[in-house]
């Protein structure tokens, strides 16, 4: 079963214990029947984008009077939030589509691959309905349609901070949707199309509520949170007695004021870039990028019709070394892109070898239906795809566990993910994004609460990881 199925039983069950009104109806049988209501799954894949959509889906459900149903036999409709960027994520999506009607029968199907609805009733004839990515009142009404909601005025539907599918304590927050760019071996802006911004007020409304109701971390996510406001540059708002530019920057600044901790997501590199890392000296802003630069080679980037200046990025990354030394900066790659060469990726690896980025996953490239890198000739042959990505893997490998290693001894902040019966915890330092990045373990730790933000004395580091001990622990 999907994990994000396990975290909405866990929500579920989180809010039952707040509803002491059901509590008492049991008690007192003979008191006001509450109407049953209609129990809905969720079943959400791909990235953190479509997290928030199936958040935003569950929130607005739940205020029409929905229950979260943790499996399929007790839900009424099951809802599927798809993945459509590669093909092997389509075949997930439709393996998961083809589940959920097994188990429970009544499925509803949205996100990316809602594009591709005549696939999906080739293959599955008996799905109630299909609506495309982020179209949020299709979705509810599709399902008041194969559920009717049965609302009643003595039950208190929803928190003001909305339903969540990630922990209490840190929440995406996604600033916009789609994307301008149209790199060759991407299909994102057909399914999600163009660039649209929300308002600067919207957004900070939505993290001020968030942190009231617990978070402590902000992600700030995007299909490119550079380009955030560019569409709306000429619309300030007004927050706090205050004009608000939608402008990356700014709104950076003021969600600094808002969360402990504010993490920045799908960052690319433009000249305005610069303008952040003070911020995150300043400690109003995770000293943390999330830049995709997917490759180096100035040969490749053209092909993937992606803007790229090499040396001046990294006479930018040492720039923002000296100004934030701690900035930790992460970056995805992909190898064997059709057209590259052994040369460029010997010059990709000398390339990160200069840059020292303290996070990088790498991707063999893989065709996506659509994408126009699809026609590039010289097509990498797979063996090779897969030599070079653990080529890859053992470079970055080694300058991660060089990285950690000149941690140990220092005192980090860490904030509480976990905290386990024997006295152990497990949480992040301000380098590490939830499932993505590494942990840090650590010891006496039993007194701590999850979401604490704890100042912790590193012991020791792998490849990946950091154990330590809280400040003040003894043992």
Same mark, same amino acid.
């Given at each position: 079963m999907p994990g994000s199925w396990r975290r909405v039983d866990h929500l579920a069950q989180a809010h039952l214990e707040k509803c002491p009104d059901l509590d008492?109806?049991?008690?007192?049988?003979?008191?006001?029947?509450?109407?049953?209501?209609?129990?809905?799954?969720?079943?959400?894949?791909?990235?953190p984008k479509n997290l928030v959509d199936s958040e935003r889906i569950l929130t607005q459900l739940r205020a029409d009077g929905y229950q979260m149903s943790p499996d399929y036999a007790g839900a009424d409709v099951v809802l599927v939030?798809?993945?459509g960027f590669l093909d092997s994520a389509k075949e997930e999506?439709?393996?998961?589509?083809?589940?959920?009607?097994?188990e429970n029968g009544r499925v509803i199907v949205t996100g990316c691959m809602g594009k591709e609805a005549e696939a999906i009733r080739t293959r599955f004839p008996d799905v109630l309905a299909i609506t495309g990515a982020h179209e949020y009142e299709q979705v509810v009404e599709a399902v008041h349609a194969a559920a009717?909601?049965?609302?009643?005025?003595?039950? $208190?539907?929803?928190?003001?901070?909305?339903?969540?599918?990630?922990?209490?304590?840190?929440?995406?927050?996604?600033?916009?949707?789609?994307?301008?760019?149209?790199?060759?071996?991407?299909?994102?802006?057909?399914?999600?199309?163009?660039?649209?911004?929300?308002?600067?007020?919207?957004?900070?409304?939505?993290?001020?509520?968030?942190?009231?109701?617990?978070?402590r971390e902000l992600l700030v996510i995007s299909q490119d949170t550079s380009a955030y406001g560019i569409d709306i540059r000429r619309e300030p708002r007004m927050w706090?007695?205050?004009?608000?530019?939608?402008?990356?920057?700014?709104?950076?600044?003021?969600?600094?004021? &808002?969360?402990?901790?504010?993490?920045?997501?799908?960052?690319?590199?433009?000249?305005?870039? +610069?303008?952040?890392?003070?911020?995150?000296?300043?400690?109003?802003?995770?000293?943390?990028? +999330? &830049?995709?630069?997917?490759?180096?080679?100035?040969?490749?980037?053209?092909?993937?019709?992606?803007?790229?200046? +090499?040396?001046?990025?990294?006479?930018?990354?040492?720039?923002?070394?000296?100004?934030?030394?701690?900035?930790?900066?992460?970056?995805?790659?992909?190898?064997?892109?059709?057209?590259?060469?052994?040369?460029?990726?010997?010059?990709?690896? $000398?390339?990160?070898?200069?840059?020292?980025?303290?996070r990088v996953g790498a991707f063999r490239f893989e065709p996506v239906e659509g994408a126009a890198a699809n026609a590039l000739p010289d097509h990498v042959p797979e063996e090779v795809k897969e030599e070079r990505y653990a080529r890859i893997m053992e470079k970055t490998a080694a300058i991660s566990a060089a990285k950690l290693a000149a941690k140990v001894g220092r005192t980090l902040p860490v904030i509480i993910d976990a905290v386990d019966e024997e006295g152990g915890a497990t949480g992040r330092s301000q380098a590490d994004a939830p499932e993505i990045d590494g942990e840090v373990f650590l010891r006496d730790a039993g007194?701590?609460?999850?979401?604490?933000?704890?100042?912790?004395?590193?012991?020791?580091?792998?490849?990946?990881?950091?154990y330590g001990v809280p400040v003040g622990a003894h043992g």
């Open positions: 008492y109806v049991r008690a007192y049988p003979m008191a006001t029947k509450l109407p049953t209501p209609p129990r809905v799954g969720m079943v959400s894949l791909g990235c939030n798809t993945c999506s439709l393996e998961a589509i083809g589940e959920a009607i097994k009717p909601a049965n609302l009643s005025p003595y039950i $208190d539907l929803i928190p003001d901070a909305g339903l969540k599918l990630t922990p209490r304590h840190y929440s995406y927050l996604k600033i916009s949707e789609g994307c301008n760019h149209r790199c060759s071996f991407c299909i994102i802006p057909s399914l999600r199309g163009d660039l649209v911004s929300r308002r600067p007020d919207a957004i900070l409304r939505e993290a001020e509520k968030l942190v009231a109701a617990g978070t706090k007695g205050q004009e608000v530019v939608p402008h990356m920057t700014d709104l950076a600044r003021e969600l600094g004021k &808002i969360a402990p901790w504010v993490r920045l997501h799908y960052v690319y590199p433009y000249p305005h870039v +610069d303008q952040v890392i003070p911020l995150m000296a300043e400690g109003l802003v995770l000293p943390y990028l +999330d &830049i995709p630069f997917q490759h180096a080679a100035p040969s490749v980037l053209r092909r993937m019709k992606r803007p790229g200046n +090499d040396a001046k990025v990294l006479q930018r990354i040492h720039q923002w070394r000296e100004i934030c030394p701690d900035i930790a900066i992460r970056s995805t790659f992909v190898v064997g892109f059709p057209g590259e060469t052994e040369e460029d990726f010997e010059y990709l690896l $000398d390339w990160l070898e200069e840059a020292q980025l303290d007194h701590l609460t999850i979401g604490d933000i704890v100042q912790v004395e590193i012991e020791d580091a792998d490849e990946h990881d950091l």
